[in-house]
């Protein structure tokens, strides 16, 4: 099966902006190429002859999606693209690459992530620790614990006792946060995405942790299929899609529910807090390069 590779030309300021947008549509292995990454490294002391010719000028940022998607997708890019200043040419290629290939690629990369109380193991390896282990297969689909957006969410998650707590996942990717919180000792996770193809793979991931009898995947527009309120809602979505959402997710909430917000660039910050501000109260902020995540508390 072949996919489309869809690189973006920027600058080494805007890369990891550039990424996360490429991550919200693509599947996951968003790679940036960086030559200045050849010479900074000090713990680099041989590079193979030839090799400056896969970086250009610019960075460049790629990602992979279906064939079918590529519209979609490109679209979306577009849009989103158009917000950043001084960001170089934001020049956008796309090629047509071996799905095979590319897939197995990713597999040989992919490694164990390590947080203060779990291991994301990848599902075709093991790890020996004494932690708790969640084990991963993000398919071709999306959120593999590595951005900074969901590293946030987790280190936030595992500061609270979520014992007993019900929890809502809304735009579960491939289901770690909500997964995650199980793990950590919520009773029941309810994990809702519109993209079909993370929720099968979120689907799988609840089968291979053993945690069906406590987990509910849908497919769908978010909180739009969701009935009841929560102890715990996850969002890690992009600031525009959280200032849609806020009414709804105002409607899954009880007094005292705890929101995690996260997928927040520094510069939309106060219009997330503006939209929130009403309904809920400021715990924490986070912050990871050009990313804020929050936790909130329901009025």
Known sequence: ????????????????VVAYFLQEVCMDGVSIYDIKDLYDNPSWDYKEDGIELNYSDEVVVKGYCNLEDTDRVLHFLRQSLAELTDAGSLKIVVNTVDGNAWVEKFRETFRPIETDKIV????????????TVFLMDSGVA???????T?????????????????????GCGSGILGLCALLLGAKSAELV?????????ARHNTEINKLTDKCIVKTG???????GVFDIVFANLTSDILHLLRQDIAQ?????????????????LDGVLADYSDIF???????KGEWRALLLKAK
Not at 1 to 16: C, G, H, Q, R
Not at 194 to 201: F, N
Request: aromatic share 4%; with cysteine.
């Open 193 to 201: 995405d519109i993209d079909a193809q993370a929720t099968d793979v």
């Open 1 to 16: 099966m072949d996919f489309s590779e869809i690189a973006v030309y920027t600058n080494s300021l805007m890369a990891e």
């Open 142 to 148: 999306f959120g593999t614990g590595q951005h900074e």
């Open 150 to 170: 969901t590293s946030m969410c987790l280190e936030i998650a595992e500061k609270l006792d979520l014992t007993d707590k019900t929890v809502l996942d809304v």
């Open 221 to 227: 527009n978010l909180t739009e299929q969701t009935q």
């Open 281 to 287: 109260e400021v715990i924490e902020t986070r912050q």
């Open 120 to 131: 994301i193991c990848p599902e075709w390896q093991s790890v020996e620790t004494s932690k």
């Open 252 to 268: 899954v909430v009880r007094r005292n529910t705890l929101l995690i917000l996260s997928g927040i660039l520094d510069v939309k």
